[in-house]
């Protein structure tokens, strides 16, 4: 296999000559540049992708903290974030960890082993204490609201349009209230902010029937089998996302007998006709990128807005 020195050699020009051609460096003449080109074409040589970003000093890949593979809000935010990538010339790393704390603090001590030039976090475990930490010493973002924490984040703020829906439901006298929760909300910010935004409307909890951890379609249809069965059965249900609203709609015979509200404006949702919130998650992935390696830390807040298919 050639290298940068064979090259150098049947070239007559020096290895940093070759280098600068290889890396595209503008001050070279188009002759050495075409002859050694010339060569490099010859021989097929393909670069030392790895040394090469050493001598950058970058890797020019990001890794994206991502819990779950298979949900749809984490594959349109990565989509975002991806896309905004590739522009720069970075490629993007997805790495899974279900939730798990201690592979959340593996991939963060890659990330200061520079195994990634920095690091986007959909969803976490650890706590933001100890992102924090890691944040002091290489770039991070993370898809939530990270308060007074010194993290960069960029965030879609839901809790306002929760709970105009919610005040809705209120005035019309739909109640007991389902709700659907994809993690328990004392572990995840997003769920709590569900049951925050309907505690302030309705006082307490004393309204809402809570189905938790559900994600899927399937979880969905045990979503509404829980409903259905329970002593006061909600006349309306909140729930976390598209699919999961398809399950619970197929469960009460295409949702007869009780009003749907899902989340993520997905074709599902426009299809089997119910309304549901949009959450403007790729642009959230996008802006997440941009902001990655900002020397100050940046919070940006998205909203959500109503969509009603009719």
Same mark, same amino acid.
């Given at each position: 296999?050639?290298? =940068?020195? +064979?090259? &150098?050699?049947? !070239? @007559? #020009?020096? $290895?940093?000559?070759?280098?600068?051609?290889?890396n595209?460096?503008?001050?070279?003449?188009?002759?050495?540049?075409?002859?050694?080109?010339?060569?490099?074409?010859?021989?097929?040589y393909?670069?030392?992708?790895?040394?090469?970003?050493l001598?950058?000093?970058?890797?020019?890949?990001?890794g994206?903290?991502?819990?779950?593979?298979?949900?749809?809000?984490?594959?349109?935010?990565?989509?975002? =974030?991806? +896309?905004? &990538?590739?522009? !720069? @010339? #970075?490629? $993007?790393?997805?790495?899974?960890?279900?939730?798990?704390?201690?592979?959340?603090?593996?991939?963060?001590?890659?990330?200061?082993?520079?195994?990634?030039?920095?690091?986007?976090?959909?969803?976490?475990?650890?706590?933001?204490?100890?992102?924090?930490?890691?944040?002091?010493?290489?770039?991070?973002?993370?898809?939530?609201?990270?308060?007074?924490?010194?993290?960069?984040?960029?965030?879609?703020?839901?809790?306002?349009?929760?709970?105009?829906?919610?005040?809705?439901?209120?005035?019309?006298?739909?109640?007991?209230?389902?709700?659907?929760?994809?993690?328990?909300?004392?572990?995840?910010?997003?769920m709590?902010?569900t049951?925050?935004?309907?505690?302030?409307?309705?006082?307490?909890?004393?309204?809402?029937?809570?189905?938790?951890?559900?994600?899927?379609?399937?979880?969905?249809?045990?979503?509404?089998?829980?409903?259905?069965?329970?002593?006061?059965?909600?006349?309306?249900?909140?729930?976390?996302?598209?699919?999961?609203?398809?399950?619970?709609?197929?469960?009460?015979?295409?949702?007869?007998?009780?009003?749907?509200?899902?989340?993520?404006?997905?074709?599902?949702?426009?299809?089997?006709?119910?309304?549901?919130?949009?959450?403007?998650?790729?642009?959230?992935?996008?802006?997440?990128?941009?902001t990655?390696?900002?020397?100050?830390?940046?919070?940006?807040?998205?909203?959500?807005?109503?969509?009603?298919?009719?």
């Amino acid at each position: 296999m050639a290298t =940068i020195r +064979d090259i &150098a050699k049947l !070239s @007559g #020009y020096s $290895v940093s000559t070759v280098s600068r051609v290889l890396n595209n460096h503008p001050y070279v003449s188009d002759k050495k540049r075409k002859k050694v080109q010339d060569i490099i074409d010859e021989l097929n040589y393909i670069p030392n992708t790895k040394a090469r970003h050493l001598s950058y000093g970058k890797s020019l890949n990001i890794g994206v903290l991502i819990p779950l593979t298979n949900n749809s809000w984490f594959e349109e935010t990565t989509s975002g =974030i991806i +896309d905004e &990538a590739a522009k !720069s @010339g #970075y490629t $993007v790393t997805l790495l899974p960890t279900n939730y798990n704390r201690e592979r959340e603090d593996y991939f963060l001590r890659e990330l200061l082993a520079k195994a990634y030039d920095g690091l986007i976090i959909l969803s976490r475990e650890i706590p933001l204490a100890m992102i924090e930490e890691y944040a002091k010493q290489a770039p991070i973002v993370c898809c939530e609201d990270t308060g007074d924490s010194k993290i960069s984040c960029v965030y879609v703020e839901r809790k306002e349009m929760y709970k105009q829906v919610f005040e809705k439901i209120k005035i019309e006298g739909k109640t007991p209230v389902g709700l659907t929760l994809s993690r328990n909300e004392r572990k995840s910010a997003s769920m709590r902010t569900t049951v925050e935004s309907f505690v302030e409307v309705f006082g307490s909890l004393d309204e809402a029937v809570i189905f938790r951890e559900c994600r899927t379609f399937e979880e969905g249809l045990e979503a509404g089998a829980f409903f259905a069965k329970h002593s006061t059965p909600p006349q309306v249900v909140f729930v976390n996302g598209d699919e999961v609203a398809a399950g619970i709609y197929e469960y009460y015979q295409k949702g007869q007998g009780i009003d749907i509200i899902g989340q993520g404006n997905e074709l599902l949702s426009r299809v089997l006709d119910f309304p549901t919130i949009l959450h403007p998650l790729k642009e959230m992935g996008s802006l997440a990128f941009k902001t990655l390696f900002d020397t100050k830390v940046t919070q940006l807040k998205l909203k959500s807005r109503w969509i009603h298919h009719q």
